[in-house]
């Protein structure tokens, strides 16, 4: 199981945190990646973390937003910053197990950011 948590309503500019706690499986197992859905636009990939801690970014997000990871917690993390508008979405979570390609998702977590 997913649990997504941090979203909420942050001013063009601020920052905010999202989390992901994983239960259930062996997390370092995993391959973890953030998502995005914004109203009337199809769900997009924002970061992405291997299970050996490689990292992926949309350009759209590059230089503002970093995901890390703390296996001992089985937690995921998005450090969002210089957030604007367009960055205004609902936030998911994914697992993915990376011997068998497995997809977990988590429900999520909605970021408004005001102009």
């Known amino acids: 199981q997913l649990q997504a948590s941090g979203g909420g309503l942050v001013q063009a500019g601020g920052s905010l945190r999202l989390s992901c706690a994983a239960s259930?499986?062996?997390?370092?197992?995993?391959?973890m990646g953030w998502y995005r859905q914004a109203p009337g636009k199809e769900r997009e990939l924002v970061a992405l973390?291997?299970?050996?801690?490689?990292?992926i970014y949309a350009d759209s997000v590059k230089g503002r937003f970093t995901i890390s990871r703390d296996n001992a917690e089985n937690t995921v993390y998005l450090q969002m910053s210089s957030l604007k508008p367009d960055d205004t979405a609902v936030y998911y979570c994914?697992?993915?197990?990376?011997?068998?390609?497995?997809?977990?998702w988590g429900k999520g977590t909605r970021v408004t950011v005001s102009s």
């Open positions: 994914k697992a993915t197990q990376r011997i068998s390609g497995a997809n977990y």
């Open positions: 259930g499986s062996i997390f370092s197992l995993y391959h």
């Open positions: 973390i291997t299970s050996g801690s490689l990292t």
